[in-house]
C-alpha cells in the first residue's frame, strides 16, 4: 500500500535532494579547485548550504582544502580553496588482452598512481587461469599505492551483452557466455584480495572504455567514431559526448563490415571482413611475419621505421581497408571525427596515408577534411584508462553513498 503519511514521505524527498546537490558541489570541484563562495555563485544554492555540503565531501574524503583561493576582486580576504582529494576512493582498472594482462589506480583527479603489465598468452587459455592472474595483478597494484578503491572496472576484447557482467563472446581469447564479474571475484577471494572481492565490478568491451577515455582525456570534439585494434577491429561511436552501445550493446563491431564481399573467409562466418584485411593476422600475414609471436604492434612499427618493403606494403593495404570500412561509417552516421586509437594510433604514420586517400574518394555526401582523422595520443592506454576513470567518474556523479557511509 502507498504510504500516505506526509511526514514519512518527506524525509525520503529530502535526502534525495541532499543527494542531487552533494552531486552538484563535487562536480563543481571536479572542474579544478575553487571556493565555497564560487561554487555558491555557479550552483545557486546559498553560502550556508555549500558550506554544509562541502563539511560533508571533506568528512567523507573526497574533498580537501588546498590553500586561499585565487583572488576574485571583491572586498575582503580570499576564502580557501578546495579540490578533490587525491588520498579518496579511487578507481581500480584491469585489461585482458590476448597477449596481456594490465591493471591500473586511478585517483579522484583521475591521475594514474600505479601501473602494471604482464605480457602473457591468453589465446585459448582456460579463463579460469587467467582470470587468477588477473586477480594477483589487481591486488599488486591496489597494494602498491595506498588508495582505497571505490570500484573495480574491466576492459575484455568480447562482446559483453546485457547480462550484467557476463561476456557473451570473445572469439580472440575462445571464451563464450562467461560470467566474468562472478568469475573474478571468486578469484579475488582465492588470491586472499578480500577487499577487493567485495567491491562492485563492472566489465566493458575495451573498444567502448577505448572510446571513452578518449573522450574524457582526448582534445577532440564531443562526437566522433573511435578504431582500434587489438587482435580484432573495433569502434565506438562518441555522440554528443555519450556511448552509443545500441539496442543490444552490440554497436562498433567494425571489424565484421565487409571491404570486399567477395573476399577470404571470416571466423564470424562472413567473407571479406576488414579483420580480414587490417586485423592483427592479417597485417601479420601479409608482412610475412605470421609465424612472429610477441608485441605484433612494436614489431611492425619498428620494421616499418626501418624501410622493410613487404610491412610497409601490408600496412597501406591495411589503411586502404581501414579506409574503406571507415568511409561507409561517415557516410552513414556523420561524426565529426575520427580518431585512431589502440594499436592504430602506434602505426597512425603508416595507415592514415592511404586511409585519407579512401576517405576523400569515398565521403562525398558530406565535406570531409583531412585533418579530422587523427590519432590517438592514448594509444594503447586506452581502454585501461577508461576502466579507471570510469570508476572515480561514478563516484563524483554519485558521492552519496560515500559521504553517508562517514555520517
Sequence with gaps: MRDTDARRARPASQQGMRRANLALVLGEFAAGPRSRAEVAATTGLTRAAVSSLVDELTTAGLLTECGPAVPSGKVGRPGTALALDPQGPAGLGGEIGVEHLAACVVDLRGEVRGWLRQDVTNRDRPAEAVLRDLAVLLREVADSCGLTPAGLAVAVPGLVGAAEGVVE???????????????????????????????????????????????????????????????????????????????????????????????????????????????????????????????????????????????????????????????????????????????????????????????????????????????????????????????????????????????
Design 169 to 407: 563472446r570473445a572469439p580472440n581469447l575462445g571464451w563464450s557466455d562467461l560470467p566474468l564479474s562472478a568469475e573474478l571475484r571468486r578469484a579475488l577471494r582465492e588470491a586472499d584480495a578480500n577487499p577487493l572481492a567485495d567491491l562492485p565490478i563492472d566489465v566493458d568491451n575495451e573498444a567502448n572504455l577505448g572510446g571513452l577515455a578518449e573522450l574524457w582525456l582526448g582534445e577532440g570534439p564531443d562526437d566522433f567514431l573511435h578504431l582500434s585494434a587489438e587482435a580484432g577491429i573495433g569502434a565506438a561511436l562518441v555522440v554528443d559526448g555519450r556511448l552509443l552501445r545500441g539496442a543490444r550493446g552490440y554497436a562498433g563491431e567494425l571489424g565484421h563490415v565487409p571491404v570486399h564481399p567477395d573476399g577470404p573467409a571470416c571466423p564470424c562466418g562472413a567473407r571479406g571482413c576488414l579483420e580480414q584485411y587490417a586485423g592483427e593476422a592479417a597485417v601479420l600475414r601479409a608482412a610475412g611475419l605470421a609465424d612472429t609471436g610477441g608485441d605484433w604492434v612494436a614489431l611492425l612499427a619498428r620494421r616499418a621505421a626501418d624501410g622493410d618493403p613487404a610491412v610497409l606494403a601490408a600496412l597501406e593495404a591495411a589503411g586502404s581497408a581501414l579506409g574503406v570500412a571507415a568511409a561507409g561509417a561517415v557516410n552513414l552516421l556523420d561524426p565529426a571525427a575520427l580518431v585512431l586509437g589502440g594499436g592504430y594510433a602506434e602505426l597512425a604514420a603508416w595507415l592514415l596515408p592511404a586511409m585519407r586517400t579512401e576517405l576523400a574518394d569515398r565521403v562525398t555526401v558530406r565535406a570531409w577534411r583531412d585533418d579530422w582523422l587523427t590519432a590517438s595520443r592514448l594509444g594503447r592506454r586506452g581502454p585501461l584508462l577508461g576502466a579507471g576513470i570510469g570508476v572515480v567518474r561514478a563516484v563524483v556523479a554519485d558521492p552519496g553513498r560515500f559521504a553517508a557511509a562517514e555520517a
